[in-house]
């Protein structure tokens, strides 16, 4: 259990990727924190789930907003999703003899949605739909091939994030507390509010 707690999913829209998590840190059976944040903004368009050990992870980000932000002042523009995807790739496999304890997904949105899915030693895979990790993502992903259907926005994935990450938390033990949902649409990265949240939470009752 110890590694990869809690539950991150990505749901690929027409419009859109949607991220969702637990905010449960736990070691074994002991709940060390309630308030762990797994999905991060790395760039305008280009958002993580991370779960995993939240010192690897938070090294893990740092890492790739720096790059990103290096990116952009040599170039002159961000840099795309699948880029970052493949330097988070040869980061992590780089680390293989001395992991990352980290698994989860990045999505961006540029021409059209991206949502790729990251294993610890650099293998990552695109995914045309959804993706999931963590010691959840079992159920998750039960919830997610039930509901998802093509040709859903933003608001539909957000619905169905929030349900696999419910479903989670009431099957896994090492998921639990709070749920975070960020968006990247044509707006750009953003994370709902609390409120907002709990709306769709209710939905789900």
């Known amino acids: ?22 905010t449960r840190g736990a070691y074994h059976y002991l709940v060390l924190s309630k308030q762990v944040r797994k999905i991060f903004k790395l760039e305008d368009r280009i958002g993580a789930a991370i779960s995993g050990s939240s010192g690897d992870i938070q090294s893990l980000v740092n ?12 170039r002159g523009h961000p840099i795309s999703t699948k880029g970052l995807v493949q330097l988070a790739s040869n980061l992590l496999h780089e680390r293989r003899m001395f992991p990352y304890i980290v698994a989860g997904v990045i999505a961006g949105l540029e021409e059209e949605p991206r949502l790729y899915f990251l294993d610890p030693v650099g293998g990552k895979l695109e995914e045309e739909k959804f993706a999931s990790a963590g010691t959840g993502s079992t159920v998750a992903y039960g919830v997610l091939e039930q509901q998802y259907r093509d040709g859903m926005n933003v608001n539909d994935g ?19 507390d709070n749920v975070m949902v960020a968006l990247v649409d044509k707006r750009g990265y953003r994370e709902l509010s609390e409120d907002e949240v709990e709306d769709l939470l209710k939905q789900q009752s």
Do not use: H
Not at 64 to 69: D, F, Y
Not at 167 to 172: L, P
């Open 1 to 22: 259990m110890y590694g990869f707690t809690g539950t991150v999913v990505g749901v690929r829209c027409k419009d859109g990727v949607v991220l969702a998590s637990d």
């Open 63 to 74: 890492l790739l907003r720096a790059e990103a932000n290096l990116y952009r002042l040599n």
């Open 158 to 176: 957000a619905n169905l994030a929030v349900q696999s990450i419910k479903t989670a938390i009431e099957r896994d033990a090492a998921t639990g």
